[in-house]
């Protein structure tokens, strides 16, 4: 038992004062890599327009983990998020192409929301394993994508490619500020809100929660909305940034979702130091230098990429837990 | 005379088939600690999760004050004075510990939404303040904290809704001397303010000294209530068990008997991280070493040094008879070597694997067949027998073991262990959370063992306990062997807890 009477009020100095060693750390070694991954390329890595292209790629996948942050969070996985952002960025195209800025957001955000209310409510009523659920839903959702495409009547509007000028969500300097104003709203809600504690709860240990009073299925439901707005709004970075959105069908959707993950692993793994709300946009910057870094390199896009993905997850996955210590008696 | 604050008429319980609870009828006055005792599966913590509004109740009522209640939830229970710190409910390792202590009360801390974590902290602080209780680092997650920081948590949690009865549902076995004797003083504040308690615990003796009045269950009935001050604990454990109970379940020598080889030997050793420090002892076969001490003495990562589980810094653990140095826990197992941790559920069990599976897990290597395929006869031959030398009351080796009561579930994590050929055994807090019955069972296989010429290392928080069992005791301090007593010397609470403060 830790009898610290006398020692509470230094424990959060210490703590302060081990974080900010950590920052520096981190942000001298990230420098450091970056320097020399500047030599390794001749200097075109840290080239501003080459910086630039990093951080608008960066985007994206920094809303998808935003959000798979919170559904981690509740013990919950959903597999048809693929899906839902297949559709939710049709609609953002539809929409934007026929009524401008209010259609872009309207169109993402309504089919993000509503889609991902759908399964949170599925998860909440049906009691399917939510990866069961989520599987079934994202064929559903494929499906629905394959239909719309093919439909005389509109499948020519969502198979094209969203106005100039109403890209600027996805594009700099609008989309960092999106990003930024978005951080601020998501680290209150994941952390300093009753019912991001409440949804971090039930996913820590459902049985302390639900004895605490905690409402299982509200909270649930309330994963839902949060999860389905901040992927509606990754719908429409993505529609803005990639322009057009092709179909997927046979559960590739779930591509859409794979580096996203990758973010958040990254994030966990530094989430002892930092908080993962704040580690979710920094490890996406990284793990995007890192990919834009291989291709500058030449290294052929797709499996060696991957491949190189998966050794930096190891990797860092090492450093994070180095010295950790587990369950002290 | 004191006020009535609960009333209990008739009141039922059924988990399926099984009558949990039968025709209950409790009474609790104002300012009294009563205690709750019956053997594992008796129906306590069912009746005391039925005041505390975890689970409703399928006939009879209840008042509180006089007045109908019949609570929907522990919510609804705290907001009618009612708070309870169950037994195994534990927190949640991922959030800090200020916000495991207002869990469902967030919102008090609400301006505008945002939820003030600083005010939180400040606030379970001085709930410890107030009650005199240790403080622990309210800011940090207490993921990788220890069962005794959980439970002090769980405390505070309870007490932070200003309860007028304190339901505690084994809380001491989980607490050190030092910090059980905090719990004490809280205990007498509670009364002294004219609150009442609820207390189950499985030490009758503790029980007898801190309650005025205990409550007898058996198999879901009220056996009767009777004055702590005018009662025996053979009369509570008869009781309980509905028949004679007298005699010591102790050992009855007061001379250490083991044989001369060493099994095991410590030497000089220093735990990685400093929790323990140059410690050096021998365990004999057939000897049963006992270790004791307060909070923050070390005692438990002695055992998890000496079967592996925490590295060392410096020194040196081996198993004598075979030269062989512990390293890990695997070096341990290949060596005969058995460890039974204090925190069973989330350290020793498979809690949602069946009996079966938890049985035959340490045993896996000797029931491989000559393929190395595990065989599945040999598993179930395994786990039956044992389920029957144990008597473990399951329906069968099939069932999960969180369907289990805390008896049983020790019963097999103990088990499962002298099913093996060991020289060596590590038993921390064996009979935590167990009633008398099975806790007589386990010193029964503990003079077995000895018999048999096994080595064990005995940790435990009970003084009683390790003076009862230990053919020589270790008393550690800050993480130091303060003392090592033999059996036939000053061998007396009185003299270990001088050498423990």
Known sequence: MDTKANSNAAAPTKKKMGNLTFAIIFIVAVAVIFF????????????????KLILSHSIYPTFVAWALCFLFACGYTDMSLGGVLVLGSFASCLLGNMIGYPGVIIGGLVVGLILVFINFTIFA???IPSWIAGISLGLIYE?????????????????TDLASEYRALGQLPGS?????AA???????????????????????????????????KTLIAVGVICGIIIG???IIQQSTNVRTTVKTGLTSMNMVFQPIAVVLLAQILERKINIIIAVPICSFFLYAIFNMLTIMHVPAGTLQDTCLGAFLVLFGIIGNWGYRGIVK | MSERILEIRGLNKYFGPTHANKNIDFDLDQGEIRGIIGENGSGKSTLLSQIAGLYGSDSGTMKLNGKPYAPKSPLDANSSGIAMVLQELGVVGGLPAAVNVYLGHTGRFAKGGIVSLKDMAQAAYDECDKWNLPKVDMTERLEGTGIETRKMVELVRALSVDPQILILDEVTQSLSLNNRNRLYELIKRFKEMGRSILLITHDVEEMLEITDTVTVLRDGEVIGTVKSAEVKPEDIRTMMVGRDMSGSYFRDDHTPTYRDEVILKMDNVTSEFGEISDISFEVHAGEILGFCGLSDSGIHTVGEVAYGLTKIRSGKVTLEQQGVEITSATTALNSRAGYVPKDRDNQALMINASIRDNFALPSAKELRGAAGIISGGKVNALSWKMKDKMSVKARNIFQPMNALSGGN??????????????????????????????KAYIYQLMKDAKEQGIAMILISDELTEVLGMSDRLIVMKDGKMKKIIRRDEEFTEHSVIGEMI
């Open chain 1, 125 to 127: 009523f049906t009691g």
């Open chain 1, 36 to 51: 020399l991954l500047n030599l390794l390329s001749g200097g075109i890595f840290l080239d501003g327009s080459n910086i």
């Open chain 1, 233 to 235: 709004v990754g719908c």
């Open chain 1, 183 to 217: 951080m601020v709203v998501i680290y209150f809600v994941y952390n300093r809100t009753t019912i991001g504690l409440n949804i971090r709860a039930m996913g820590g240990n459902k049985e302390v929660a639900r004895a605490m009073g905690i409402n299982i299925v």
């Open chain 1, 143 to 159: 499906a629905l994508a394959v239909i719309i495409k093919g439909s005389k009547s509109i499948g020519k509007l969502v198979d």
């Open chain 2, 409 to 438: 579930k020790q019963k097999v994590n103990l088990g499962r262990w002298l099913a093996k050929d060991l020289q060596l055994l590590i038993l921390d807090c064996p009979t935590r959370g167990v009633d008398v019955g099975v």
């Open chain 1, 176 to 180: 960092v500020i999106l990003l930024l």
